[in-house]
């Protein structure tokens, strides 16, 4: 959606998804189009391959391939054109997709190979091991084009088991929207600081120490108080067993006017998991909110060098959160000058064209005015 948003005025995007059971759907990407062609796979992969043809594709870019039929990484070779990669998981490293266990936690992986022990619980479709499973995309990861990755991390993990592919480091293309100059400051309004978490929580982005805090910070009357801007995977404790207040699902264009009913001290994201970008992230920078994270992935990336800002440890104990936000409140901290966050050099307005594609194509710079989510999406 990013990618055809910034690049509508100069490139026609098409949309190939999974749709019903084995059948893929074939949309134009453009806003206000209706155009769908649906195919049965592998029945119709010729006609899907002839239709493909005539709309004279010059590149693909996979986004994801979880619940397409394998046919789809033959694509490049039927249509006889490049491909590049974008990394939004795990999921070619790890079919569990987050790199979590079970209980929603960080495996450990790459530093805690337990991959074997993991599989033997939870075992990979169609692949006996973990090795079987890469095997299986080896070649798809290392021979395309370009393979975008938006966290120095999630570079590491990949490059550790397919080091012959050629990444590119890039945020994407939201974290160049315009933000403010500065980060707003901490000041605990009625002796209370308000704590708000944002999107929908996953097992592992946190919903568990979310919820244990909320109850704990109940049971020992601290002047905390939590605000879910969105909803869990399941029902949550909240008044009066637990200082926490949920709000459900929100239209996107509606998450300003909501933060500003309730106005937030400071934002916390309290991933179990190594997050490979954050858009709720995103969502938080622009609007100028401190923020706290775990030591995770692109969470601790991303906020490493802005003020106002604390990075603890994911391990941390509910408890010792309460501790934190309670420190936090006692000490009025004032707004400070936000700086260049960004030192990612690649610009998806400048660098996405490659040289075949620019050559016809006017690059003058867009407005990102233009980019926002889709109306059916909540942020996570």
Not at 42 to 48: G, N, R, S, T
Not at 197 to 218: H, N
Not at 235 to 259: C, D, M, W
Not at 297 to 303: D, I, N, Q, S
Request: hydrophobic share 35%; charged share 20%; aromatic share 12%.
């Amino acid at each position: 959606h990013e990618l055809t948003t910034l690049f509508h005025q100069r490139l026609n995007f098409f949309l190939l998804e999974p749709y019903r059971s084995n059948e893929v759907s074939l949309s134009w990407g453009n806003q206000g189009e209706g155009f769908r062609l649906l195919f049965k796979l592998p029945d119709q992969w010729a006609k899907l391959v002839e239709v493909l043809k005539s709309l004279g594709p010059q590149r693909i870019h996979y986004h994801q391939t979880m619940g397409h039929n394998p046919l789809v990484f033959d694509l490049p070779a039927a249509l006889s054109v490049p491909y590049d990669i974008t990394l939004h998981d795990y999921y070619f490293v790890c079919p569990q997709i987050h790199l979590s266990d079970r209980q929603g936690r960080y495996c450990g992986f790459p530093e805690y190979n337990r991959c074997p022990q993991c599989l033997a619980k939870t075992p990979a479709p169609g692949a006996s091991s973990a090795e079987e499973w890469r095997d299986g995309v080896r070649a798809f990861v290392t021979n395309a084009e370009r393979v975008f990755s938006p966290s120095k991390f999630l570079t590491r993990t990949f490059s550790s088991l397919f080091p012959q592919a050629r990444y590119v480091e890039a945020l994407h293309p939201s974290a160049k929207l315009p933000l403010p100059e500065k980060v707003r400051s901490v000041e605990v309004k009625n002796a209370t600081l308000h704590v708000a978490c944002l999107g929908a929580l996953s097992p592992m982005k946190g919903p568990d120490i979310l919820e244990a805090a909320a109850i704990d910070a109940r049971k020992r009357e601290l002047p905390v108080e939590y605000h879910l801007i969105g909803y869990a995977h399941r029902a949550f404790q909240q008044r009066p067993g637990a200082n926490l207040t949920v709000y459900g699902s929100y239209p996107p264009h509606e998450l300003k006017q909501i933060v500003a009913d309730i106005q937030p001290d400071v934002f916390w994201f309290p991933a179990t998991i190594p997050e490979t970008f954050s858009y709720t992230l995103s969502e938080v920078f622009q609007m100028g909110y401190p923020v706290a994270v775990t030591d995770l992935g692109a969470l601790k990336e991303r906020v490493m060098e802005r003020p106002n800002s604390w990075v603890k440890n994911w391990t941390t104990k509910p408890e010792a959160w309460n501790d934190f936000f309670v420190e936090l409140a006692s000490t009025p901290i004032p707004e400070a000058e936000l700086g260049e966050l960004d030192k990612c050099m690649y610009d998806y307005r400048y660098d996405y064209l490659p040289i075949n594609i620019k050559d016809n194509v006017d690059i003058t710079p867009v407005s990102y005015t233009h980019l926002t989510l889709p109306t059916t999406c909540t942020p996570c």
